[in-house]
């Protein structure tokens, strides 16, 4: 008889206390971000495809065509193409090309460039209607910004 | 309007009353679809419906037109007849019961002398369409959803009523609208906390709202006693299930809240309607708020807690008043 009233007692006293802590939450502002109106900022650390890095010094990229990063890269995605011009040290570079849709985003072409040419971007929206539109060049996109 | 002149006053009185309560049975669905699904989002830290209409406001009008939109698919060895007539029969129950409440002095269609009892057997009769809806389904899911339903209801009709009794005992009549008057200097939830406590959560299980919403148990029996039931006829069971809420809540306000009783609003014989409204809605929102609290019992500790603890305390609480009555 007494383990009746002592389980009755418990009981709705657990029930209430966990009516009180639903109601705190109701108070609570929501958690979520409205997304496609609102966004997080994104993390330093956050990994997006590669970019080639604008020098502040030249106001262009740092590439010599090593070619490093396109014999080191396991997917085989990135294609240097450069060309030996007059008046110039070296190769010149005249386009960079990555295929998005077999990177694996391993980040090997970053660590082995010598003049940290690369970088990760920071994009994340990233959706398209044909895989062509993830065919990258990014000498292009350097120039246009 | 001169044909509105020729009809009998009381013809036209029945005719705005079901046009009245079919309205609001369809908004009230709206609203407390909408509530719930916003309040549970809140509880849950997240904001609920947002993107249709401000604050996702018309979320549930754009539901209702795609089940209105859908396909009513019977299945193939289902009795016909019944199928089609369950979803009726769950909801006309609910149109005939809005006859004895009473939302304020001047509103109230009839004041029947046993309008309680008259309102108790027609609610009880939403169980009656929800063993013929799972009965008739030829669904083993739909048919333990209805047989946990009855046995559910069957159980907890008893505390229920043993703890309306008690306040039949203190006002000698089965009358609602009696039952607003004799609470006019103290409300009966006062005199009688433990009748009330008792009859809310007799209520719940009776409306099969959460934890007592075994008879829908998604993880074991899919959707319960409405499996089949597809389209429009799907929404009729949603409407009787936020109706008999309202009319749980409302017996509730009724009884032992006081009805229309409020402080006192210009044109008090019909705007205490409002004060009922409120009182009827605060109460929904503790419903919705166990909802989201609570997890669901099993079905032994349903039973368990129907038949050892709240049985036993209803009719404790009956004997004590009985005697109080009498001295």
């Known amino acids: 008889m007494k383990e009746y009233f002592t389980q009755l007692y418990i009981g709705a006293k657990s029930l209430l206390v966990g009516l009180g802590v639903t109601f705190r939450a109701l108070l609570h502002p929501a958690v979520t971000v409205h997304y496609p109106r609102e966004k997080l900022t994104i993390s330093p650390n956050f990994h997006g495809h590669t970019l080639l890095v604008k020098d502040s010094e030249t106001g262009t990229h740092r590439c010599i065509v090593c070619m490093q990063c396109d014999l080191n890269c396991p997917s085989n995605c990135i294609t240097v ?65 | 309007m001169e044909t509105v002149g020729t009809l009998p006053p009381q013809l036209l009185r029945m005719i705005l009353s079901a046009v009245v309560v079919i309205a609001f049975v369809f908004m009230n669905g709206l609203l407390l679809g909408y509530l719930e699904r916003k309040l549970a989002g809140r509880f849950q830290l997240r904001p609920g419906p947002m993107e249709v209409g401000p604050q996702g406001m018309l979320q549930m009008v754009a539901d209702a037109v795609k089940l209105i939109g859908k396909q009513f698919i019977i299945p193939r060895q289902s009795s016909t007849t019944l199928f089609r007539l369950a979803p009726f029969l769950a909801f ?20 029947l002398d046993m309008g309680l009892i008259f309102i108790i057997a027609v609610m009880a009769f939403n169980m009656v369409a929800t063993l013929v809806a799972g009965w008739v389904s030829n669904n083993k899911y739909a048919l333990f959803g209805a047989v946990r339903s009855v046995a559910q209801g069957v159980a907890y009709e008893i505390p229920m009523l043993l703890s309306l009794v008690t306040v039949v005992l203190l006002t000698h009549s089965f009358s609602m609208r009696a039952m607003v008057l004799s609470q006019s200097h103290i409300w009966h939830v006062f005199m009688q906390p433990v009748a009330f406590v008792i009859y809310f959560i007799a209520g719940l299980a009776e409306t099969h709202r959460a934890p007592f919403d075994l008879p829908e148990a998604e993880s074991e029996l899919t959707a319960g006693f409405h499996t089949e039931f597809s389209g429009i006829c799907f929404s009729f069971f949603f409407l009787a299930e936020y109706t008999n809420m309202f009319f749980v809540c409302s017996i509730a306000v009724t009884l032992f809240l006081g009805g229309w009783s409020g402080p006192p609003l210009p044109w008090m014989e019909y705007s205490g309607a409002i004060w009922f409204m409120l009182k009827v809605y605060v109460l929904l929102f503790i419903m919705i708020w166990i909802r989201w609290t609570f997890p669901r019992v099993r079905f032994d500790q349903l039973l368990n807690f129907c038949w050892k603890y709240l049985t036993p305390i209803a009719l404790l609480n009956l004997l004590i008043t009985a005697l109080v009555v009498k001295l």
């Open chain 1, 81 to 145: 193409v450069g060309e030996k011009r007059e008046g110039s040290k070296g190769k010149t570079l005249t386009a960079y090309h990555l295929d998005f849709t077999k990177c694996s985003l391993c980040g090997i072409c970053v660590e082995v460039c010598p003049t940290q040419a690369l970088d990760f971007s920071d994009e994340y929206e990233l959706a398209g209607f044909s895989r062509e539109e993830f065919h990258y060049n990014l000498l292009k996109r350097l120039e246009e910004g």
């Open chain 2, 92 to 111: 006309v129950p609910v149109g005939v019961s809005f006859i004895v409440i009473p939302l304020s002095s001047k509103l109230q269609v009839l004041d």
